[in-house]
């Protein structure tokens, strides 16, 4: 099994990552210039890429509960991000998503996002979300995501 550091790439440099923040200014979860976006900010903690998130009515699927949509579009960036924050461009190949409990509007929550493995252009990564009063993991996913071979094609 291949080790899960993704160190490896051509494309961590400085430059790099500057060019890959600039190509999602637009995302919808995490991007700066996106008036309609989550507004999540993304960091890494070692291995593990970290935001915190906290669900509004606007995020609402019915009744004071947050919509599948949003949370797995939180799962799908923290995963994506553990990537792009170390400067390799990816996109999510396919995803498997387990909801384990509602996650009430107004409920804070960590998202968590690691690489499992990586082989050649393939990474195997996994996504949480956890609940921050209770540590509870609402919902995980684990995904496979398709490495671009050139970060200046994005």
């Given at each position: 099994m291949d080790s899960p550091n993704i160190e490896d790439s051509s494309a961590s440099s400085a430059t790099?990552?500057?060019?890959?923040n600039d190509a999602a200014n637009g995302c919808f979860v995490c991007g700066p210039n996106?008036?309609?976006g989550l507004?999540?900010?993304?960091?890494?903690?070692g291995?593990?890429?970290?935001?915190q998130f906290t669900p509004a009515k606007e995020h609402m699927g019915y009744d004071n509960v947050t919509h599948g949509g949003i949370m797995?579009?939180?799962?799908?960036?923290?995963?994506?991000?553990?990537?792009?924050?170390?400067?390799?461009?990816?996109f999510t190949g396919r995803a498997e998503i387990r909801y384990r409990e509602q996650l009430p509007?107004?409920?804070?929550?960590?998202?968590e996002g690691r690489c499992l493995k990586r082989k050649g252009r393939l990474a195997q990564m996994q996504g949480r979300i956890?609940?921050?009063?209770?540590?509870?993991?609402?919902a995980e996913t684990t995904a496979s995501f398709m490495l671009?071979?050139?970060a200046s094609k994005l």
């Open positions: 790099d990552i500057s060019r890959l996106n008036p309609a507004g999540v900010n993304f960091r890494l903690e291995e593990l890429c970290v935001a797995f579009s939180l799962l799908d960036d923290v995963m994506a991000n553990c990537l792009w924050l170390q400067g390799i461009a990816c509007i107004g409920t804070p929550v960590q998202l956890v609940r921050v009063d209770s540590g509870a993991v609402v671009t071979p050139d």
